[in-house]
């Protein structure tokens, strides 16, 4: 077969008509079925045949500087997209360099699919040469994981990974190949490996009686309050939930990675809830009478201890996956089924009701917290990180993609950076995965290379994947990178500072020089120390014509606030101290 | 020595202290159809290794489905576990149906194999052991003997106490683990849901057949 036999005229003619290729061929075709047009990899011995065979295919391939990158970067694109993401390894190191990017998407439920090489099936076992049992290794981190070592198998397995990376609850599938099915052949045809169709879980179903108690809970409530999360974007519910909340004027809530299933700015939304929720966020759940979850897990960052969690309210669960009910919290009422498609069935059963007692009272909690927040101060001479995040907000209109990395930042950007849509913050959520937003956002560019994309990483993080400014180069892709430098790995230092007598062990951190460390690569950047800069700064990056990186010198010693220290009860949070006549506090005049 | 035996423990509950938390541990009894493939008795493992329960005894083997193979699974775990526990198997892409039996009218049995040191003169004894015991010798050789016992838990574990009461005649034991299987019509419901066979499964065949299992289940008692 020519090298462009099915790059040409006859492109999709492999997608219709059997046709015998190899197995490296195989599997790109296979890709091209399902719509691939981007996957992210890097390539070595047991993956060459695959890689040799890229050329024929309408695909466009991302070179990485580390496997962990090509993961992220899959999972980026999908978190952007929607669709699945696909990321490719060759065997032994580069597969399991994978695997903290797949236990990222296992965590927060995102649907990639991560292809790797393997030594050949003759010597599968031996010990040979960058050979790794990856099936065993990431069989507790995937949603299903395939080893194939014939030709034949690949269509079909390809074909049923996509599909359980999408169906249901999303996640991680990997699909690893021997090297000699990578170079046999085999009949391809795409629609006989087409898989069969998804087998529903028996204990997802959606009863008429949990229907009739969750709408007369919700008729009889006085305090409740919309739980929202993930499963709404996931589910694309965005709006049978914002006309649930209409309809019924009940504020809502959301959890870190459910930011953007409901505007920021609609009045009943009361922002993130949890360890760093603000606090009448809180207090309104644990005075709640009524929580309604809809596609969140009661993940112990957002409950607090589970004894004295909203002790008040009886609880309705609407969950695609039965395995999450009564896990972390006991509800009342399980509505187990796609969000949408519930909230479809339980709408017409939803009547107008009156809330203003119930939201005039959150409203007296909240006080004037927000009137007092650090972004409000004036210019004292201090650059905080909620200044620089609040500005890039308002600078970009909150129109921005922003892909955060885990700490301290990724806790000010989900406070001050206001998302109103779906898909527009990107961020670790459950495993927390430091190094994870340079890579992220560079999979979300390309998901999306109309919009703008910012990374907003620590210091630290940065520097776990910070090899990825090379990619950007290559790529020759346009993203804004704004690292907030503190000297510290903050988060863990505000923990050691709470509660480890201010022993900052191991925190403190020497970093190189990050404007010299972008022109090492040929990308433009700025150091920022005041917040006067902040404005000008971002707008040079907005308007330079490449990558441009901002390395914000901001305090050293500052802290989330306010937060629930782990094991404490949701409305039991340490505030801002008093004592600092710039920040404000529960307890000031 | 009846059938209920089995039942009983099958949800014989009992508690234990964990930290400063007292929380209902019992035996949940899990049977499963799944895939006849490679890895696949590792991702059902996985998931009870993964959860930090122990796996009290475990059985596969053919069923009567091409390409499913049967298991039934015993461990301990808070009563309200078993809930999750199904719902976790369920999502394992190669587990096809899961059934938890606890406390439902069911047989269980497990087969042993006893090796025995005895000698011509001493087989007598052992013999009218295993005549009480209604066993079976399957190997006889000098020194020794193999006996095949079926039952329940405790009827095996009876046989064992009795052989080595005095003299240490036990030279191995090997135990199958548990088999379960729903008294009565179950099976149709299992075919219904692996979508088959689902002539026999009205709500007043389901209404006789239950009737049927509680004389049957009356009878054996």
Redesign the interface.
């Known amino acids: 077969m020519s090298n462009q036999a099915i790059n040409t005229q006859a492109s999709n003619a492999h997608l219709t008509t059997p046709t015998r290729l190899t197995g490296a061929e195989i599997l790109w075709a296979t890709l091209v079925g399902e719509g691939v047009t981007q996957v992210f990899g890097y390539p070595g011995g047991a993956i060459l045949p695959v890689y040799d065979a890229l050329r024929k295919f309408p695909i466009h391939h991302t070179l990485v500087r580390h496997e962990q990158g090509a993961a992220h970067m899959a999972d980026g694109y999908s978190r952007a997209s929607g669709k699945v993401g696909v990321a490719i390894a060759t065997s032994g190191p580069g597969a399991t360099n994978l695997v903290t990017g797949i236990a990222t998407a296992m965590l927060d439920s995102i649907p990639i699919v991560c292809i790797t090489g393997n030594v050949s099936s003759k010597i599968l076992g031996t010990d040979a040469f960058q050979e790794v049992d990856i ?2 290794i990431t ?2 981190v995937t ?2 994981n395939f ?1 194939i070592n014939r030709a034949e198998d690949i269509a079909p397995a390809v074909r049923l990974a996509f599909q ?1 990376a999408k169906s249901a609850r999303p996640g991680p599938v990997l699909v690893d190949i021997t090297k000699d099915a990578q170079q046999a052949t085999a009949l391809f045809d795409f629609e006989a490996a087409k898989p069969r169709p998804v ?1 529903p ?3 997802r179903k959606i009863e008429d009686s949990g229907l009739a108690h969750a709408a007369e809970l919700i008729r009889n409530a006085k305090r409740p309050v919309i739980l929202a999360g993930h499963g709404i974007i996931e589910s694309g519910a965005m709006e049978q939930v914002r006309t649930l909340a209409e309809r019924t004027q009940i504020p809502v809530a959301l959890t870190l990675l459910g930011l953007g299933a409901f505007p920021a700015s609609h009045e009943l939304n009361l922002g993130m809830m949890g360890m760093h929720g603000e606090s009448w966020v809180n207090h309104a759940i644990q005075e709640a009478d009524l929580l309604i979850a809809c596609g969140m897990r009661f993940d112990d960052r957002v409950t607090g201890t589970t004894a004295t969690y909203a002790t008040k309210a009886k609880k309705i669960h609407i969950e695609v ?3 999450e ?3 972390n919290i006991k509800v009342d009422v399980a509505l187990v089924g796609d969000l949408s498609e519930v909230l479809e069935q339980l709408l017409p059963r939803i009547a107008g009701r009156d809330g203003s007692a119930w939201l005039k009272t959150i409203d007296s909690i909240k006080g004037d917290a927000a009137v007092r927040d650090i972004k409000n101060l004036p210019d004292l001479g201090h650059l905080y990180a909620a200044h620089v995040i609040h500005d890039i907000w308002r600078i970009t209109n909150g129109n921005a993609i922003v892909v955060t990395d885990v700490g301290q930042h990724q806790m000010w950007e989900a406070q001050y950076y206001h998302h109103e849509l779906p898909r527009m913050l990107i961020t670790s959520g459950g495993l927390g995965t430091m190094g994870f937003a340079l890579p992220a956002a560079i999979g979300a560019k390309f998901a999306c290379p109309e919009k703008e994309v910012w990374v907003i990483a620590g210091d630290g993080g940065f520097q776990m994947t910070a090899a990825e400014l090379a990619t950007i180069v290559q790529e020759k892709i346009k993203i804004n990178i704004a690292i907030i430098n503190n000297g510290f790995l903050g988060m863990v230092r505000q923990w050691q500072q709470f509660f480890y007598d201010s022993n900052y062990e191991s925190t403190p951190l020497i970093s190189p020089d990050f404007v010299k460390l972008a022109d090492a690569h040929g990308i433009q950047g700025l150091t920022v120390r005041t917040r006067a800069e902040v404005a000008g700064a971002v707008d040079a990056a907005r308007s330079a014509n490449g990558a441009f990186l901002l390395n914000f010198m901001v305090e050293k010693e500052e802290s989330v606030y306010p937060m629930v220290s782990a094991g404490s009860a949701l409305h039991e949070m340490i505030r801002r101290p008093g004592s600092d006549p710039l920040l404000e506090s529960p307890n000031d005049k | 020595m009846g059938e209920e035996a089995g039942n009983l423990s099958a949800f014989h509950f009992f508690t234990r202290s964990l930290g400063h938390l007292e929380r209902i541990i019992m035996l949940h009894t899990f049977v499963a159809y799944v895939e006849d493939l490679p890895g696949v008795l590792t991702r059902v493992a996985s998931l009870f290794r993964r959860l930090n329960i122990n796996i009290n005894s475990l059985t596969v083997g053919r069923s009567e489905r091409v390409g499913l193979s049967r298991l039934t699974l015993v461990c301990e775990a808070s009563g309200e576990a078993g809930h999750r526990i199904r719902a976790s198997l369920f999502k394992l892409e190669n587990v096809v149906d899961v059934d938890d039996i606890a406390g439902a009218p069911s047989v269980t049995r497990e087969l042993a194999l006893i090796k025995v040191a005895a000698t011509p003169q001493t087989r007598s004894q052992v013999f009218e052991l295993v005549e009480v015991f209604r066993a079976r010798i399957v190997d006889l050789a000098p020194e020794s003997l193999t006996i095949e016992m079926t039952g329940v838990e405790s009827k095996i574990e009876g046989l064992i106490q009795v052989l080595n009461e005095g003299q240490d005649r036990v030279l191995e034991i090997c135990r199958s683990g548990k088999l379960t299987m729903r008294r009565g019509h179950h099976t149709s419901r299992v075919l219904k849901a692996m979508g088959a066979g689902s002539e026999d499964s009205s709500e007043a065949d389901g209404a006789m057949v239950q009737a049927l299992e509680d004389t049957v289940a009356s009878d054996t008692q």
């Open positions: 099936t065993g069989l507790p949603k299903h080893l359980i087998r879980h028996p204990m996956d039965p395995s009910i009564n896990k």
